[in-house]
Antibody
Framework: EVQLLESGGGLVQPGGSLRLSCAPSGITFSDYAMTWVRQAPGMGLEWVSTVSGRGDATYYADSVKGRFTISRDNSRNTLYLQMNGLRAEDTAVYFC???????????WGQGTLVTVSS | EIVLTQSPATLSLSPGERATLSCRSSQSVSSYLAWYQQKPGQAPRLLMYDVSNRATGIPARFSGSGSGTDFTLTISSLEPEDFAVYYCQQRNNWPRTFGQGTRLEIK
Protein backbone atom coordinates (compact mmCIF):
# COMPACT_ATOMS: atom_id res chain seq x y z
CA GLU A 1 0.00 0.00 0.00
CA VAL A 2 1.33 3.41 -0.95
CA GLN A 3 1.33 6.03 1.80
CA LEU A 4 2.74 9.54 1.89
CA LEU A 5 3.26 11.15 5.28
CA GLU A 6 3.90 14.88 5.50
CA SER A 7 5.32 16.69 8.51
CA GLY A 8 6.78 20.04 9.44
CA GLY A 9 3.79 22.34 9.24
CA GLY A 10 2.97 24.88 11.91
CA LEU A 11 2.60 28.54 12.78
CA VAL A 12 5.32 30.90 11.59
CA GLN A 13 5.66 34.66 11.52
CA PRO A 14 5.77 36.58 8.24
CA GLY A 15 9.29 36.49 6.85
CA GLY A 16 10.06 33.26 8.67
CA SER A 17 11.09 29.86 7.40
CA LEU A 18 9.77 26.34 7.61
CA ARG A 19 10.81 23.01 6.13
CA LEU A 20 8.22 20.44 5.17
CA SER A 21 9.02 16.76 4.78
CA CYS A 22 7.22 13.94 3.03
CA ALA A 23 8.09 10.30 3.58
CA PRO A 24 6.50 7.91 1.09
CA SER A 25 6.25 4.19 1.68
CA GLY A 26 5.22 1.39 -0.61
CA ILE A 27 7.01 2.81 -3.66
CA THR A 28 10.51 2.82 -5.08
CA PHE A 29 10.97 6.48 -4.25
CA SER A 30 13.74 7.30 -6.71
CA ASP A 31 11.67 6.04 -9.65
CA TYR A 32 9.15 8.89 -9.38
CA ALA A 33 8.93 12.61 -9.62
CA MET A 34 7.33 14.18 -6.56
CA THR A 35 5.23 17.29 -6.22
CA TRP A 36 3.94 19.75 -3.62
CA VAL A 37 0.42 21.13 -4.05
CA ARG A 38 -1.18 23.58 -1.64
CA GLN A 39 -4.69 24.62 -0.78
CA ALA A 40 -5.46 27.86 1.01
CA PRO A 41 -8.40 27.75 3.44
CA GLY A 42 -11.65 27.41 1.51
CA MET A 43 -9.86 27.69 -1.82
CA GLY A 44 -8.85 25.45 -4.71
CA LEU A 45 -5.69 23.52 -5.45
CA GLU A 46 -2.48 25.27 -6.44
CA TRP A 47 0.54 23.44 -7.85
CA VAL A 48 3.67 24.61 -6.02
CA SER A 49 6.70 22.62 -7.16
CA THR A 50 7.89 19.37 -8.74
CA VAL A 51 11.23 17.56 -8.57
CA SER A 52 12.34 14.77 -10.89
CA GLY A 53 13.12 11.29 -9.62
CA ARG A 54 16.87 11.90 -9.53
CA GLY A 55 16.44 15.39 -8.16
CA ASP A 56 18.22 17.01 -11.09
CA ALA A 57 15.23 18.91 -12.42
CA THR A 58 13.01 21.23 -10.40
CA TYR A 59 10.04 23.38 -11.31
CA TYR A 60 8.29 26.13 -9.36
CA ALA A 61 5.16 28.21 -9.46
CA ASP A 62 5.92 31.90 -9.98
CA SER A 63 4.29 32.64 -6.62
CA VAL A 64 7.04 30.76 -4.74
CA LYS A 65 10.04 30.99 -7.09
CA GLY A 66 13.08 32.34 -5.31
CA ARG A 67 11.59 31.68 -1.87
CA PHE A 68 10.85 27.94 -1.83
CA THR A 69 13.25 25.10 -2.63
CA ILE A 70 12.16 21.56 -3.39
CA SER A 71 14.63 18.76 -2.85
CA ARG A 72 14.79 15.07 -2.17
CA ASP A 73 17.07 12.60 -0.46
CA ASN A 74 16.63 9.29 -2.23
CA SER A 75 18.83 7.53 0.31
CA ARG A 76 16.39 8.56 3.04
CA ASN A 77 13.21 8.23 0.89
CA THR A 78 12.25 11.77 1.81
CA LEU A 79 10.95 14.79 -0.08
CA TYR A 80 11.45 18.31 1.26
CA LEU A 81 10.10 21.78 0.73
CA GLN A 82 12.22 24.54 2.26
CA MET A 83 10.07 27.65 2.57
CA ASN A 84 11.76 30.99 3.24
CA GLY A 85 10.39 34.51 3.28
CA LEU A 86 6.94 33.25 4.18
CA ARG A 87 3.98 35.51 3.57
CA ALA A 88 0.40 35.48 4.81
CA GLU A 89 -0.70 34.29 1.39
CA ASP A 90 1.39 31.13 1.83
CA THR A 91 -1.04 29.99 4.52
CA ALA A 92 -2.42 26.67 3.26
CA VAL A 93 -2.53 22.94 3.64
CA TYR A 94 0.47 21.57 1.80
CA PHE A 95 0.08 18.17 0.16
CA CYS A 96 2.86 16.06 -1.20
CA UNK A 97 1.92 13.92 -4.17
CA UNK A 98 3.58 11.20 -6.18
CA UNK A 99 4.18 12.07 -9.80
CA UNK A 100 4.21 15.27 -11.78
CA UNK A 101 6.96 15.22 -14.35
CA UNK A 102 5.43 13.12 -17.11
CA UNK A 103 2.55 11.85 -15.01
CA UNK A 104 -0.32 12.92 -12.84
CA UNK A 105 -0.65 12.86 -9.05
CA UNK A 106 -1.90 9.39 -8.29
CA UNK A 107 -1.12 9.26 -4.57
CA TRP A 108 -1.39 12.10 -2.05
CA GLY A 109 -0.48 12.64 1.57
CA GLN A 110 -3.01 13.85 4.11
CA GLY A 111 -1.55 17.35 4.09
CA THR A 112 0.21 19.54 6.64
CA LEU A 113 -1.07 22.98 7.62
CA VAL A 114 1.20 25.99 7.36
CA THR A 115 -0.08 29.18 8.97
CA VAL A 116 1.80 32.43 8.43
CA SER A 117 0.68 35.02 10.94
CA SER A 118 2.05 37.41 13.52
CA GLU B 1 0.46 30.08 -17.98
CA ILE B 2 -2.44 27.91 -19.06
CA VAL B 3 -5.67 28.91 -17.36
CA LEU B 4 -8.28 26.21 -16.82
CA THR B 5 -11.84 27.44 -16.38
CA GLN B 6 -14.38 25.05 -14.91
CA SER B 7 -18.12 25.37 -15.19
CA PRO B 8 -20.46 25.50 -13.53
CA ALA B 9 -19.00 26.62 -10.22
CA THR B 10 -21.72 24.68 -8.42
CA LEU B 11 -23.93 21.92 -9.74
CA SER B 12 -26.98 20.82 -7.76
CA LEU B 13 -28.31 17.40 -8.68
CA SER B 14 -30.04 14.42 -7.11
CA PRO B 15 -28.72 10.88 -6.72
CA GLY B 16 -29.36 8.91 -9.88
CA GLU B 17 -29.09 11.94 -12.15
CA ARG B 18 -26.38 12.51 -14.75
CA ALA B 19 -23.67 15.10 -14.04
CA THR B 20 -21.74 16.94 -16.72
CA LEU B 21 -18.76 19.05 -15.65
CA SER B 22 -16.81 21.24 -18.04
CA CYS B 23 -13.17 22.34 -18.14
CA ARG B 24 -11.98 24.83 -20.75
CA SER B 25 -8.33 25.63 -21.33
CA SER B 26 -6.89 28.99 -22.44
CA GLN B 27 -4.71 27.12 -24.94
CA SER B 28 -4.42 23.58 -26.15
CA VAL B 29 -3.27 20.98 -23.63
CA SER B 30 -3.49 18.18 -26.19
CA SER B 31 -4.76 15.18 -24.21
CA TYR B 32 -2.78 15.94 -21.06
CA LEU B 33 -5.69 16.57 -18.78
CA ALA B 34 -6.74 14.92 -15.53
CA TRP B 35 -9.68 15.13 -13.16
CA TYR B 36 -9.51 14.88 -9.37
CA GLN B 37 -12.21 14.50 -6.75
CA GLN B 38 -11.88 16.06 -3.31
CA LYS B 39 -14.14 15.54 -0.31
CA PRO B 40 -14.07 17.80 2.77
CA GLY B 41 -11.04 17.26 4.95
CA GLN B 42 -9.48 14.81 2.50
CA ALA B 43 -6.71 14.86 -0.05
CA PRO B 44 -7.68 14.93 -3.70
CA ARG B 45 -8.08 11.64 -5.51
CA LEU B 46 -7.11 11.05 -9.12
CA LEU B 47 -10.20 10.06 -11.16
CA MET B 48 -9.28 10.37 -14.83
CA TYR B 49 -5.98 10.87 -16.63
CA ASP B 50 -5.13 11.73 -20.21
CA VAL B 51 -8.75 12.85 -20.65
CA SER B 52 -10.52 9.53 -20.73
CA ASN B 53 -8.59 6.91 -18.75
CA ARG B 54 -10.01 5.94 -15.38
CA ALA B 55 -7.51 5.72 -12.56
CA THR B 56 -7.22 2.55 -10.52
CA GLY B 57 -10.40 1.69 -8.69
CA ILE B 58 -12.56 4.38 -10.27
CA PRO B 59 -16.04 3.09 -11.16
CA ALA B 60 -17.26 2.96 -14.74
CA ARG B 61 -19.94 5.59 -14.12
CA PHE B 62 -17.13 8.17 -14.44
CA SER B 63 -16.06 9.04 -17.97
CA GLY B 64 -14.05 11.79 -19.59
CA SER B 65 -13.98 13.26 -23.07
CA GLY B 66 -12.59 16.14 -25.09
CA SER B 67 -9.34 17.30 -26.62
CA GLY B 68 -7.41 20.48 -27.19
CA THR B 69 -9.20 23.09 -25.13
CA ASP B 70 -12.59 21.65 -24.16
CA PHE B 71 -13.06 18.76 -21.79
CA THR B 72 -15.94 17.10 -19.99
CA LEU B 73 -16.24 14.83 -16.98
CA THR B 74 -19.48 12.88 -16.93
CA ILE B 75 -20.93 10.90 -14.06
CA SER B 76 -23.66 8.76 -15.58
CA SER B 77 -25.76 8.13 -12.48
CA LEU B 78 -24.83 9.93 -9.27
CA GLU B 79 -24.20 7.95 -6.14
CA PRO B 80 -24.30 9.61 -2.69
CA GLU B 81 -20.51 9.37 -2.40
CA ASP B 82 -20.00 11.36 -5.62
CA PHE B 83 -20.99 14.68 -4.07
CA ALA B 84 -17.68 16.50 -3.75
CA VAL B 85 -15.51 19.10 -5.46
CA TYR B 86 -13.96 18.23 -8.81
CA TYR B 87 -10.82 19.77 -10.28
CA CYS B 88 -9.28 19.49 -13.72
CA GLN B 89 -5.51 19.77 -14.12
CA GLN B 90 -3.17 20.00 -17.12
CA ARG B 91 0.34 18.64 -17.52
CA ASN B 92 1.00 19.88 -21.05
CA ASN B 93 2.94 22.95 -19.93
CA TRP B 94 4.84 24.33 -16.97
CA PRO B 95 3.58 25.64 -14.66
CA ARG B 96 1.11 22.88 -14.03
CA THR B 97 -2.31 24.36 -13.36
CA PHE B 98 -5.63 23.35 -11.86
CA GLY B 99 -9.08 24.64 -12.60
CA GLN B 100 -10.87 26.48 -9.80
CA GLY B 101 -13.15 23.53 -9.14
CA THR B 102 -16.81 22.56 -9.53
CA ARG B 103 -18.75 21.79 -6.38
CA LEU B 104 -21.26 18.99 -6.95
CA GLU B 105 -23.92 19.24 -4.28
CA ILE B 106 -27.04 17.30 -3.42
CA LYS B 107 -30.22 18.97 -4.58
Amino acid sequence: EVQLLESGGGLVQPGGSLRLSCAPSGITFSDYAMTWVRQAPGMGLEWVSTVSGRGDATYYADSVKGRFTISRDNSRNTLYLQMNGLRAEDTAVYFCAKGGHNSYYDYWGQGTLVTVSS
Amino acid sequence: EIVLTQSPATLSLSPGERATLSCRSSQSVSSYLAWYQQKPGQAPRLLMYDVSNRATGIPARFSGSGSGTDFTLTISSLEPEDFAVYYCQQRNNWPRTFGQGTRLEIK
